[in-house]
């Protein structure tokens, strides 16, 4: 598979090249610049039957992990709104509107950020959810009226989600994989201290980058998030379950296992697509 850059030029998919993808979407993370629109710089190549996959779960239960892998295996746009976060809080106060100065507010306390300002962001990125080679969102939406807006919008585009895959852990084991998370500050690859620590202390195997602890993984703002997550975001749970698009997997285990178990549930889905339309055609052709 190929990724196609901005630039037009062809980057054969490997797994070592996820360092490469990822520095694009550093920049691409950054947003919109003056007039110009957020560009995502590795855009996936088209494709017939695209995923568009939404990743559900408490924070910390490794939709970010999942995520990195997903794209490799599914080559869709990932979109991580905690990730869009935290690089506008890279960039000089100077250059954060208001509303996205009192965003990073609620994150440092672990509070969600208001619909309004999430929802302004997610458009800014609009042609990610719209672009042929699908997506994963990673993070959003978060509340039922992130829901709907993504819901009004596909419609509106005549798009329609594969699954939503909802990722569950105890909560001690979720607490324990926070508290050990360290984070690359140029590439955003993601490390634990004690499960997945990277070969050399506080340095990231991908770019050398420097790993840092997220200021929401701290105790306190890990309590409030935790209930931000009970109070507004297992309802999508029911929601998605309703809309008939719900896979559930347990986040046990290493990261591949739990890749493995996801791919697992989206080659069912696939195969058990491939029947329904299978089974349409056979209806189409014996009413001709
Ligand atoms: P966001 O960045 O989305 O954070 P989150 O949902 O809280 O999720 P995390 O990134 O903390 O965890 P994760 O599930 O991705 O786990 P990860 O793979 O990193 O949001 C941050 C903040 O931004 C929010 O609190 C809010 O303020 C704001 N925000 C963002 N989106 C918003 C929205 N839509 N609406 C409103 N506000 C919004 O893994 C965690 C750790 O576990 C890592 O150390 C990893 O190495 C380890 N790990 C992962 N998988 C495994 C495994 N299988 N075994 C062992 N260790 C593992």
């Excluded at 924070?59 to 794209?71: D, F, H, R, S, Y």
């Excluded at 509070?111 to 990125?125: A, F, I, N």
């Excluded at 990261?255 to 056979?282: G, N, S």
Aim: charged share 25%; glycine share 6%.
């Amino acid at each position: 598979m190929t990724f196609i850059t901005a630039n037009g030029v062809a980057l054969r998919k490997f797994i070592g090249m996820s360092a490469s993808i990822k520095n694009d979407r550093v920049e691409w993370l950054q947003g919109p610049a003056g007039n110009s629109p957020a560009k995502c710089l590795a855009v996936p190549e088209e494709r017939k039957n695209p995923w568009r996959v939404v990743l559900l779960g408490a924070p910390g239960v490794g939709k970010g992990t999942q995520a990195e892998l997903l794209i490799q295996r599914l080559n869709a746009c990932h979109l991580s709104t905690g990730d869009v976060f935290r690089s506008a809080s890279k960039r000089l106060a100077c250059e954060q509107s208001p509303a996205m100065k009192a965003a990073l507010e609620y994150m440092r306390r672990g509070e969600l950020v208001p619909d309004s300002t999430v929802w302004e962001m997610v458009r800014e990125r609009r042609h990610c959810l719209l672009n042929c080679g699908g997506f994963i969102l990673d993070g959003f939406p978060r509340t039922l009226g992130q829901a709907e807006s993504l819901r009004e919008l596909m419609e509106n585009e005549k798009l329609a989600l594969s699954a939503v895959i909802n990722y569950e852990l105890p909560i001690d084991e979720i607490v324990q994989r926070l508290s050990g998370r360290r984070t690359c500050e140029k590439c955003k690859s993601v490390f634990n201290v004690k499960d997945r620590p990277p070969k050399v202390e506080a340095v990231c195997d991908h770019c050398g980058g420097h790993l840092f602890q997220r200021e929401d993984d701290r105790p306190a703002a890990i309590t409030v998030r935790l209930e931000a997550y009970e109070r507004s975001t297992a309802p999508l749970i029911e929601f998605y379950k309703n809309l008939g698009v719900l896979l559930t997997v347990v986040a046990k285990g290493s990261p591949e296992e739990v890749f493995a178990q996801t791919m697992a549930k989206l080659d069912r889905l696939d195969k058990l697509d491939k029947l329904d339309q299978v089974d349409k055609l056979d209806q189409v052709a014996s009413h001709t």
